[in-house]
C-alpha cells in the first residue's frame, strides 16, 4: 500500500511542477532582468564577485532566450531575436572589463520591451495571466527602433516556436 501512495504523490507533485513553454519564457525575462539589475548593484558596490556571478546568470539565460528561437523560424520576427539576443550577448560581457553601466540598462530596456510583447501577445493567446505591472499598458515602440536596430511593425501576427 505504502509504494502506491508514493507513486500518487510523486505523480500529483509531477503534474503541478510541469510549467507551460510560454510561461517559462516570461519566467525567463523576469529572471534576466533580476540579474542585471544585481550585476548593477555589484558595479555600484564595487564588488566584482556579485557583478561577474550575476552577468554570468544572465547571459547564460539569455542564451537560452536566443535557442528558444527556432533555427527553422527564417520569419522577420524570428531573425530580429536571433539578432538582438546575439547583440546583447556580445556586449554583456564588456561590462566585467569597464563596469558600463548603459550595457546593462540598455540591454534591460531590451528584455523589458521583449517581455511586455510576450505578456501581451503570447501569454494571452495561450490564456496565461502574468503578475506584470505593465500587463495592459499599450506598447510603445522597441528601444532603437528610431536608430534603425529594430524592425517595423507589421500586421502579421508574430509566433515562435518552443
Same mark, same amino acid.
Given at each position: ?7 500518487? !504523490? ?6 503541478? @511542477? *510541469? ?23 555589484? !558595479?555600484?558596490?564595487?564588488? /566584482? ?33 536571433? %539578432?538582438?539576443?546575439?547583440? !546583447? ?31 501581451? @501577445?503570447?501569454?494571452?493567446?495561450? %490564456?496565461?495571466?502574468?503578475?506584470? *505591472?505593465?500587463? %495592459?499598458?499599450?506598447?510603445?515602440? !522597441? /528601444?532603437?527602433?528610431?536608430? %534603425?536596430?529594430? /524592425?517595423?511593425?507589421?500586421?502579421? *501576427? ?5
Amino acid at each position: 500500500m505504502v509504494p502506491n501512495q508514493a507513486r500518487d !504523490i510523486y505523480g500529483h507533485l509531477e503534474s503541478q @511542477t *510541469k510549467i507551460h513553454p510560454v510561461k517559462l519564457i516570461h519566467m525567463l525575462f523576469e529572471r534576466v532582468l533580476i540579474h542585471l539589475d544585481h550585476a548593477e548593484e555589484g !558595479i555600484r558596490e564595487n564588488s /566584482p564577485r556579485k557583478r561577474g556571478e550575476n552577468l554570468g546568470k544572465a547571459v547564460a539565460i539569455i542564451s537560452e532566450l536566443n535557442g528558444s528561437v527556432s533555427r527553422d523560424d527564417k520569419s522577420e520576427a524570428a531573425l530580429f531575436l536571433r %539578432g538582438l539576443y546575439e547583440a !546583447i550577448l556580445v556586449e554583456l560581457p564588456k561590462v566585467s572589463v569597464n563596469n558600463d553601466t548603459r550595457i546593462l540598462q540598455r540591454s534591460r530596456e531590451y528584455i523589458e520591451k521583449l517581455k511586455e510583447v510576450w505578456e501581451q @501577445t503570447a501569454m494571452v493567446e495561450n %490564456g496565461l495571466e502574468c503578475r506584470s *505591472k505593465n500587463k %495592459g499598458e499599450n506598447l510603445r515602440s !522597441i /528601444p532603437g527602433k528610431e536608430k %534603425g536596430f529594430a /524592425p517595423e511593425s507589421s500586421s502579421r *501576427k508574430l509566433s515562435f516556436s518552443i
